[in-house]
């Protein structure tokens, strides 16, 4: 099994940057990629950024070169610059095995 902690989200200004950590626990050898969603109220989670073993990473169209996805064995960061108000959300963190294995999710809130 393993276990997802999320931290760093809060309130900032648009323009502004925040830095999004996740920390696994647990069976971590068995850990593949690491992933970051967000969701919307009401919507279905969006994959952010995703990255591989390897040092490979995939953004989404909406965050590229605004975001940066970077990972240490279990550990992964998300780095938020040039934040606009839609980034508004919830981000959760996903360490993938057989399944993602999710986060309690962390609140990133943008004003204008």
């Known amino acids: 099994q393993v276990q997802v902690v999320e931290s760093g989200g809060g309130l900032v200004q648009a323009g502004g940057s925040l830095r999004l950590s996740c920390a696994a626990s647990g069976s971590i050898f068995s850990i593949n990629a690491m992933s970051w969603y967000r969701q919307y109220a009401g919507k279905e989670r969006e994959l952010v950024a995703s990255?591989?073993?390897?040092?490979k990473a995939y953004y989404a169209n909406s965050v590229k070169c605004r975001f940066t996805i970077s990972r240490d064995s279990a550990k992964s960061t998300l780095q938020m610059n040039s934040l606009k108000p839609e980034d508004t959300a919830m981000y959760y963190c996903?360490?993938?095995?057989?399944?993602?294995?999710w986060g309690q999710g962390t609140q990133v809130t943008v004003s204008s």
């Open positions: 996903a360490a993938w095995t057989i399944r993602p294995n």
């Open positions: 990255i591989d073993r390897d040092g």
